[in-house]
């Protein structure tokens, strides 16, 4: 059974850092690109940041600089460290595991809030 769990959510002020965990479970996790997408209440979800499976990263042109992807195969986890937190970051994040080479395969967490608030 495929899992994606994130973790490490929460309320934090401005100025503020957290750092997200996804833990996958289910699926070859090395062979995925893992990304991370947030969604504020009447917006679409976004990308955040991805991660290939050599390392390559990608980021949103707005949050180069304050957040960083990273992944341990070994632990078949994906961490998104997020620094300098502004209010406007206030959303749902969500892990995503997507097998690029035939078959395709996307897979999806639930999600984690994080609300940055004084």
């Known amino acids: 059974q495929v899992q994606l769990v994130e973790s490490g959510g929460g309320l934090v002020q401005p100025g503020g850092s957290l750092r997200l965990s996804c833990t996958a479970s289910g699926f070859t996790f090395s062979m995925y690109v893992m990304s991370w997408y947030r969604q504020a209440p009447g917006t679409e979800r976004e990308l955040v940041a991805s991660l290939n499976t050599g390392s390559s990263t990608n980021y949103a042109d707005s949050l180069k600089g304050r957040f960083t992807i990273s992944r341990d195969d070994a632990k078949n986890t994906v961490y998104l460290q997020m620094n300098s937190l502004k209010p406007e970051d206030t959303a749902v994040y969500y892990c995503?595991?997507?097998?690029?080479?035939?078959?395709?395969?996307?897979?999806w967490g639930v999600g984690t809030q994080v609300t940055v608030s004084s």
């Open positions: 995503r595991a997507d097998r690029q080479s035939f078959p395709r395969r996307i897979y």
